[in-house]
T-cell receptor, first 114, second 111 residues
Framework: EPEVTQTPSHQVTQMGQEVILRCVPISNHLYFYWYRQILGQKVEFLVSFYNNEISEKSEIFDDQFSVERPDGSNFTLKIRSTKLEDSAMYFC????????????FGEGSRLTVL | GESVGLHLPTLSVQEGDNSIINCAYSNSASDYFIWYKQESGKGPQFIIDIRSNMDKRQGQRVTVLLNKTVKHLSLQIAATQPGDSAVYFCAENNAGNMLTFGGGTRLMVKP
């Protein structure tokens, strides 16, 4: 069964460092998302991406964040200068079409900022 | 503002019993809701969805009920099993491309 894969599974970084989280979505999906989940809290929307453009973003997704789909398969989330409060689980997800609420999530990348 | 939230943070049930997880929403214009299950250390997994033109939808051992009058939906799990232990989130598909999750309810199944 196709799945969304994310790397790294866990990254520890120093405050102020840049981090890139990577995702390989399911190949026939068209819509892509990044969500984050601070430990024990709800899953929060960061950004959606369609047709090589950001389609929506939340207030969390400020200038320190960026997304790219550099080669038509990988989908990356970059945090330019990490802060302590960026520590969270980051989930990549994909969706085949707009008329379904079924997002397929990866297993997440845990980011720990020290 | 628009929000999707849950009544109880933790629900403990006996194996074999039915579970009911509740969710309230505040945006009366919301028209599409989804339930997700998140097991420990994993990403959320789609369970079932319902559109506002329906009151009830059934899946395998799960039923979602939507009460638009009081802006409430619930997820019912029949004959709860240990493998059902997880955090359950309701989510709202907003106009556009965004799925907004509620706060989550942890379901604990006692053997």
């Amino acid at each position: 069964e196709p799945e969304v894969t994310q790397t790294p599974s866990h990254q520890v970084t120093q405050m102020g460092q840049e981090v890139i989280l990577r995702c390989v979505p399911i190949s026939n999906h068209l819509y892509f998302y990044w969500y984050r989940q601070i430990l024990g809290q709800k899953v929060e929307f960061l950004v959606s991406f369609y047709n090589n453009e950001i389609s929506e973003k939340s207030e969390i997704f400020d200038d320190q964040f960026s997304v790219e789909r550099p080669d038509g398969s990988n989908f990356t989330l970059k945090i330019r200068s990490t802060k302590l409060e960026d520590s969270a689980m980051y989930f990549c997800a994909g969706r085949l079409a707009m008329n379904t609420g079924e997002l397929f999530f990866g297993e997440g990348s845990r980011l720990t900022v020290l | 503002g628009e929000s999707v939230g849950l009544h109880l943070p933790t629900l403990s049930v006996q194996e074999g019993d039915n579970s009911i997880i509740n969710c309230a929403y505040s945006n009366s214009a919301s028209d599409y809701f989804i339930w997700y299950k998140q097991e420990s250390g994993k990403g959320p997994q789609f369970i079932i969805d319902i559109r506002s033109n329906m009151d009830k939808r059934q899946g395998q051992r799960v039923t979602v009920l939507l009460n638009k009058t009081v802006k409430h939906l619930s997820l019912q799990i029949a004959a709860t099993q240990p493998g059902d232990s997880a955090v359950y989130f309701c989510a709202e598909n907003n106009a556009g491309n965004m799925l907004t999750f509620g706060g989550g309810t942890r379901l604990m199944v006692k053997p």
